[in-house]
């Protein structure tokens, strides 16, 4: 019983990639690292990897992360001319003693690790961000400056993975890291009971915890669905202008049944399963 859910519209193509390593009879967490990188990699996604718009001061900051079924998990954070950052989080969790590498020292490890570094700034990187200053936008979040890539998958052996990716905010401020590398928050498996991925207003996930706080309702008997629900319902009361500051989740439990939630309308997930194919849904709010 193979599964792959993930995030926005980017996440139909990726669930292509892992949906094949899944059929393979590979595990999840291959899954899901090469999944993500099909959107790191992407120029036409702006806002993972490679083509991101970049921060106030025109830099492409990434941040990302990985979890395995064993419970180890790996995340850069402030990571700069890695194309895929998803992939350093994963030499993070099985080449090092540690758990999150930050900045300078996460481009030095990755180098080491054998990655390039290069430009990540595409024309449209550059022509958006001069627009921005121009013009003076400032729109922390809406449809089009964010979309994190997150990702879950169940494979053939029944083990759960999940990791995401992102370029954070467009044109946030200068060192700010969102809730992706932040095990809990952007991210949490729990190989026994289920796993979630959140996306949206970075912040307000930090702040409730979510992913974790998801896969604690499924422990506690809830369906996915329904821990998506509750979560939301209890992020609305807590963030008094949720409005401005969209939140959405995905979730997956060790059976396989999926849930996605979020504050606000128009979020899609794409979902691959054996009954349906490879499917984009949006989502219920609550
Ligand atoms: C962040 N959660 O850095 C990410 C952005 C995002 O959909 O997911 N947007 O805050």
Redo the contacts with the bound molecule.
Sequence with gaps: MSIVIS??KHGYVANETAWKILSSGRKAIDAVEKGINVAELAPEVH?VGYGCYPDRDGTITL?ASIMDDKGNCGAVTYLQNIKTPVSVARKVMEDSSHVMLSGEGALKFAIEQGFKEENLLTDFSKDSWEKWKSEKIDKP?DMHN???I?MLAIDNSGNLAGA?S????AF?QHG?????PIIGA?LFVDNDIGAAA??????V??KTVGSFAIVEQIRLGLSPQEACEKIIANTKTKIPNIDEMP??YIALNKQGEIGACGTKKGFEYALYNNENGNRLIEANII
Excluded: A, P
Aim: hydrophobic share 25%.
């Design positions: 995030t926005w806002t941040d979040v964010h979309d994190t997150g995401c992102t370029g954070g905010m946030k700010r890291i969102g809730d992706s952007g959140g996306t949206g207003y970075g912040e996930i930090m939140v959405y």
